[in-house]
């Protein structure tokens, strides 16, 4: 190829970057100090968007049913979507965990079961499914003290028809363990 050919090509490859028009009032707009603030204030990116609490409530409805649908992407991309609105909430860690462990990303279901343990230590319903994506990849430890954790909810937490559900629930994954 000769050099002014490839002058040429080069040349003609290089083209301006043009915005969407709806996108051209951002050009130049210097947000810094906002963000600053917010950080400063430590606010939830739900508190700064005004979202209450009855819509996120809706938005977890619509990202469960879609989990109960197999539309595990789809749930997936809702749930991460709510944990970036607010990550204290245990319930959008436990359903994130849950899709992931649908689609067999078991490694990350467990971080995010780990991260809904951290929020909510007392409730039992996600222990079960911890469990099994721990059997799954042979991490048989953290199985372990998934089970130990439960055993301790179910047994100073849980009472009369709960705890024998829960019991029960655990106890094939008990003898997997032991």
């Known amino acids: 190829m000769r050099k002014s050919h490839r002058k040429k090509v080069a040349k003609k490859s290089h083209h301006k970057l043009k915005l969407p028009v709806h996108l051209l009032h951002f ?18 990116v739900q508190d700064v968007l005004g979202l209450s609490n009855d819509l996120l409530g809706k938005l977890f409805s619509q990202a469960v049913e ?12 809702a749930f991460k979507l709510l944990i970036q609105i607010n990550p204290f909430v245990s319930d959008f860690w436990i359903g994130q965990a849950l899709a992931k462990k649908a689609d067999e990303k078991y490694s990350e279901a467990i971080k995010d079961f780990l991260v809904a343990q951290t929020l909510d230590p007392t409730r039992p319903e996600y222990y079960p499914a911890a469990i099994d994506c721990c059997l799954e990849i042979g ?30 629930e655990m106890r094939d994954r008990k003898e997997k363990l032991a």
């Open 27 to 44: 050009r130049g707009y210097d947000n810094t100090k906002d963000i600053d603030k917010i950080l400063s204030e430590k606010k939830l």
């Open 66 to 77: 879609l989990l109960t649908h197999h539309q595990y992407t789809e749930a997936l991309a």
């Open 139 to 168: 991490q048989v430890k953290q199985a372990r003290k998934f089970l130990k954790r439960f055993i301790r909810i179910c047994c100073y937490e849980l009472s009369g028809d709960e705890q024998k559900f829960y019991m029960n």
